[in-house]
């Protein structure tokens, strides 16, 4: 069974960056999109940022573009998420998640992925 394990989370002052890591489990696992989400309480999951397989394709949700960086390390396995200029609102528990299906990169569906982290807590204070 595949496990996404993510880590990085903490808190920080508003302006302040922090780097987030998803790693894969299982070195053969090989999904064609991953993605990043997160979910702030009372809110729905908001897709923020997905890749392709090769490292390709990346797309951001407009909350987070020009401020949230998506890359991989396929020889590691490991998923990032560069997070700078930080707000408030960035306040949410973040998630990694894997497609082995398509996608519409342009509009990120946590329905459109089968495999889940448990998530890391960001906290954003003003």
């Known amino acids: 069974q595949v496990q996404l394990v993510e880590s990085g989370g903490g808190s920080v002052q508003a302006g302040g960056s922090l780097n987030l890591s998803c790693v894969t489990s299982r070195a053969t696992f090989k999904p064609a999109w991953k993605a990043w989400f997160r979910q702030a309480p009372g809110k729905e999951r908001e897709g923020i940022a997905t890749i392709g397989a090769r490292g390709d394709n990346p797309y951001y949700a407009d909350s987070v573009k020009g401020r949230f960086t998506i890359s991989q390390d396929t020889a590691k396995n490991t998923l990032y998420l560069q997070m700078s200029t930080l707000k408030p609102e960035d306040t949410a528990t973040y998630y990694c998640?894997?497609?082995?299906?398509?996608?519409?990169?342009?509009?990120?569906?946590?329905?459109?992925?089968?495999?889940w982290g448990q998530g890391t807590q960001v906290t954003v204070s003003s």
């Open positions: 998640a894997a497609s082995t299906g398509a996608i519409q990169a342009w509009n990120i569906r946590a329905r459109d992925f089968n495999y």
